[in-house]
């Protein structure tokens, strides 16, 4: 009795040419055309067009959304920055009250360290009482900001305000 020439469990790598051959072709078989409801191995490609489709539909939502969390990021950072450089005006006009030019650069530097480009326009100072020990100095700072959706969505220029008040010592 002649034994087998190739065991089942031998490897791929082992069998003879024409084997592998037939293996291969055994693999790549064409599909038979789709009849009624059996879902068929070249179904994917529909699916693959309508995700393309979805996605195109969702990507500019996508985008706004992303711009908008963008706006709204600067902004909390800007109004952020604000509210420092009217607290450190505040502080230095709490020791030079009567100096209102060096109260307004005080508190464009310290938007310029941040960095924002504040005009000294935009900072006004009011010392209700007078320039006198034990009276509050209020500095106050107001800037424009162009957002990223402001001219796309026909929107102005949003405002931001901030103020400090100390006491005059």
Same mark, same amino acid.
């Given at each position: 009795?002649?034994?087998? %020439?190739?065991?089942?469990?031998? &490897?791929?790598?082992?069998?003879?040419?024409?084997?592998?051959?037939? #293996? %291969?072709?055994? %693999?790549?078989?064409?599909? @038979?055309?789709? &009849?009624? *409801?059996?879902?068929?191995?070249?179904?994917?490609?529909?699916?693959?067009?309508?995700?393309?489709?979805?996605?195109?539909?969702?990507?500019?939502?996508?985008?706004?959304?992303?711009?908008?969390?963008?706006?709204? =990021?600067?902004?909390?950072?800007?109004?952020?920055?604000? =509210?420092?450089?009217?607290?450190?005006?505040?502080?230095?006009?709490?020791?030079?009250? *009567?100096? /209102?030019?060096?109260?307004? *650069?005080?508190?464009?530097?310290?938007?310029?360290?941040?960095?924002? /480009?504040?005009? @000294? #326009?935009?900072?006004?100072? /009011?010392?209700?009482?007078?320039?006198?020990?034990?009276?509050?100095?209020?500095?106050?700072?107001?800037?424009?900001?162009?957002?990223?959706?402001? @001219?796309?969505?026909?929107?102005? @220029?949003?405002?931001?305000? %901030? #103020?400090?008040?100390?006491?005059?010592?």
């Amino acid at each position: 009795m002649e034994r087998a %020439r190739f065991a089942p469990e031998t &490897r791929s790598v082992n069998r003879p040419r024409a084997e592998m051959g037939r #293996s %291969r072709r055994a %693999r790549h078989v064409i599909a @038979p055309p789709c &009849r009624g *409801t059996a879902r068929c191995a070249h179904a994917g490609d529909k699916r693959r067009g309508q995700s393309l489709t979805e996605f195109a539909l969702t990507l500019p939502l996508l985008c706004l959304l992303v711009a908008g969390v963008l706006d709204l =990021a600067h902004t909390f950072s800007l109004a952020g920055i604000l =509210a420092n450089a009217a607290r450190e005006g505040a502080r230095y006009g709490a020791t030079k009250p *009567t100096d /209102t030019d060096g109260i307004k *650069t005080r508190t464009v530097e310290e938007a310029a360290g941040a960095p924002l /480009t504040l005009d @000294p #326009s935009e900072v006004n100072v /009011t010392t209700d009482s007078g320039a006198v020990s034990g009276n509050p100095i209020t500095v106050d700072v107001t800037h424009q900001v162009t957002l990223l959706l402001a @001219p796309a969505l026909g929107l102005p @220029p949003l405002t931001i305000h %901030r #103020s400090a008040t100390m006491v005059i010592f």
